[in-house]
């Protein structure tokens, strides 16, 4: 029955969902719509009632005794419990999952930083070694070294940074340590059902499981309004005049497919290198 009512979200125009708790955070957006239409149906009978029974009937005599029912009271009640039901129910657990309950690092797992500023999104992936190159404020140059990565630290020669430009592999657990270098931003994957704040001397984990391949979800869309646009990474916070174009792109790939676009990003990481030296 939760999940029968729950499945009212699947008509109320929200993106395809292709993270792997994302169907939670549906059934719950499902269930405040069915609260919401309760309220509206019930207090919109009640309205109507009430310019009945005391205006278009009543209209040569004044009550002064008034409503003597206590219908209205349980009626609150009813509401209190339903929402107790959705805090306890749903938000608080869901909260756990998606925010609170770090999962642990393993081979597994995939991590990567992203760095905010206006107007774009610095992804930063660790290097074969798996580990993240030091950073310094002092380093920083926007055209050659936005997130001001050293890499003659230890781990740093070998990390690669893109610009609004993110690859993840299906089915895999990601975990993304999300932070800025100016104002407020807001990281908002829509269709892996992902929000989260990026604030200034912050480093946020958010984490995530894509159940969808970019080639599979631009199969899902095809005949809508999106046809033929993949994910994008938006920024959901009002950060500068410049806003409306902070704009990103996330592509979902297979194993094999990410695999082969981390050593390709390697191959130009070391050429880059190469032309150094010469």
């Known amino acids: 029955m939760i999940e029968l009512l729950g499945n009212l979200s699947e008509h109320l125009g929200l993106p395809v969902n292709a993270s792997s708790h994302g169907h939670m955070l549906d059934q719950m957006n499902g269930w405040v719509h069915w609260l919401m239409i309760i309220l509206f149906v019930g207090w919109g009978i009640f309205f109507i009632l009430t310019l009945v029974k005391f205006g278009f009937l009543n209209k040569e005599k004044v009550d002064c005794e008034g409503v003597k029912s206590h219908a209205g009271t349980y009626g609150e009640y009813a509401v209190i419990l339903f929402e107790a039901f959705l805090l306890v129910g749903f938000a608080v657990p869901l909260w756990s999952l998606v925010k609170t309950d770090l999962p642990d690092v393993t081979d597994e797992t995939v991590e990567i930083r992203v760095v905010a500023q206006q107007f774009a999104w610095n992804i930063h992936y660790p290097g074969i070694d798996g580990k993240f190159g030091r ?34 592999p299906v089915n895999k657990q990601t975990i993304i340590y999300l932070s800025s270098k100016d104002v407020i931003h807001s990281f908002s994957l829509p269709e892996m059902r992902v929000k989260q704040d990026a604030i200034p001397g912050m480093s946020t984990p958010i984490f995530f499981t894509p159940i969808m391949t970019t080639d599979e979800f631009l199969l899902e869309i095809k005949g809508s309004a999106r046809e033929g646009k993949g994910f994008e990474i938006a920024c959901a916070q009002l950060c500068g005049n410049s806003h409306y174009r902070m704009r990103g792109f996330l592509t979902i790939d297979t194993e094999e497919e990410y695999n082969a676009w981390l050593d390709e990003e390697a191959e130009l990481l070391e050429e880059e290198g190469d032309d150094d030296d010469w």
């Open 135 to 168: 950073t310094y404020a002092t380093l920083v140059d926007e055209e050659v070294n936005p997130i001001g990565l050293d890499r003659s630290s230890p781990h740093g020669a070998d990390d690669i940074v893109t610009l609004n430009q993110m690859h993840l």
